[in-house]
């Protein structure tokens, strides 16, 4: 569906090289090198390299974070993905489309003052930019949220071509961005359904518990009827294990779970569990800003280039 990652290019791990040379570790499924360090997912350990500065911004890829569990990491990845992409020199648009507003309160915006999501879906306001909010991150700006979006998909049941909606609103300014990244609502209802129609891939956050797998399956076939009715070039940008701890056997078998049923679609950067990305969106902050020297704010931006690297970004 998209382009996947340079195999040969993993270090240690030369194309074709003879199985004999493999070893078992841990009777993982995976072969493994002696002296080979591997990450979370059975892969050998990299770093993904700052990427080139881009010379001309837009059009910008368009990538939904997509998951109807609640609580499994979407507007968190929202934040701190949008600011590293941001720290690489991307410009970059959140779009919060939850009612609940996490987002824009994880980037201290306020909602009340001024026109939001809403407005542009049902109307009340025509100009997108009138909605934009910059973030106290130079090159991530907003369009934020509150509990009026919650009226939204009710308003809209009876519109012409209700499904592309934010699509059609949001193309007035991708030529001005490089991502758009849409913090989707825990539900596959009409405005998860106007997010990957706008979108170009769907990015999946999975907390690693028990049970993160229970309704993917449904995600999966929402994904496809969308790319099939509505949306040709919908791709699967990857599958983000999030709330990682690598210290209880639980998070590695889920982990395990995950990587045999997805592969490479699994991105290799795993966020771990920490408090510090509560403590950052409490300060209303990303945790590169709240916390620059933490492992956590690392992570994020391992996942930004990761994903350049993989192509889902400029
Ligand atoms: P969603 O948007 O999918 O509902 P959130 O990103 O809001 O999920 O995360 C749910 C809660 O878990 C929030 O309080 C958030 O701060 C916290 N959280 C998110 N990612 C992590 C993590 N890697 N480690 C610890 N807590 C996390
Ligand atoms: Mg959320």
Redesign the pocket.
């Known amino acids: 569906m998209n382009a996947k990652p340079d195999q040969a290019a993993l270090p240690g791990l030369e194309p074709g090289q003879a199985a004999g040379q493999f070893e078992q570790i841990d009777g993982g499924a995976a072969p493994r090198i002696p002296g080979v360090k591997y990450g979370p997912t059975g892969r050998p350990l990299r770093e993904f390299p700052a990427p080139e500065p881009l010379r001309q911004h837009g059009p910008a890829r368009i990538i939904a ?1 997509c ?1 109807q ?11 701190n993905l949008g600011a590293s992409l941001a720290a690489d020199g991307r410009r970059v648009l959140a779009v919060d489309f ?1 009612p609940q507003g ?1 987002l824009t309160a ?1 980037l201290a915006i306020h909602a009340h003052e001024g026109p939001t999501v809403y407005d542009l879906l049902v109307g009340t306001e025509r100009d997108i930019r009138a909605t934009i909010k910059p973030s106290a991150v130079p090159g991530l700006d907003v369009i934020p949220a509150n509990i009026d979006l919650s009226a939204a998909e009710v308003q809209l049941v009876g519109e012409v071509a209700r499904e592309s909606i934010l699509a059609r609103v949001l193309r007035a300014v991708t030529d001005e961005y490089d991502v758009v990244l849409i ?1 989707c609502q ?1 539900s596959l209802g009409l405005l998860t359904v106007n997010a990957l129609t706008a979108a170009h891939g769907v990015l999946i ?1 999975l907390e690693c518990e028990y049970f993160a797998l229970r309704g993917v399956a449904l995600l999966i076939e929402t994904i496809e009827k969308v790319q099939e009715r509505l949306n040709p070039a919908l791709g699967l940008d990857g599958i983000l294990a ?3 701890d690598p210290r209880t056997l639980h998070a590695r078998e889920v982990m395990e779970r995950v990587v045999e049923t997805f592969g490479d679609d699994v991105l290799e950067t795993v ?8 403590d ?2 409490v300060a209303g902050v990303p945790v590169s800003v709240y916390a620059p020297e933490h492992p ?1 704010s690392h992570a994020y931006q391992q996942v930004a280039r990761e994903l350049i690297f993989r192509h889902a970004v400029a």
């Open positions: 974070m998951n569990k609640g609580g499994v990491g979407k507007t968190t990845t929202t934040i939850d996490a994880g913090d825990p956050p999030t709330m990682y966020i771990h569990r920490t408090v510090k990305f509560p950052a969106s956590a």
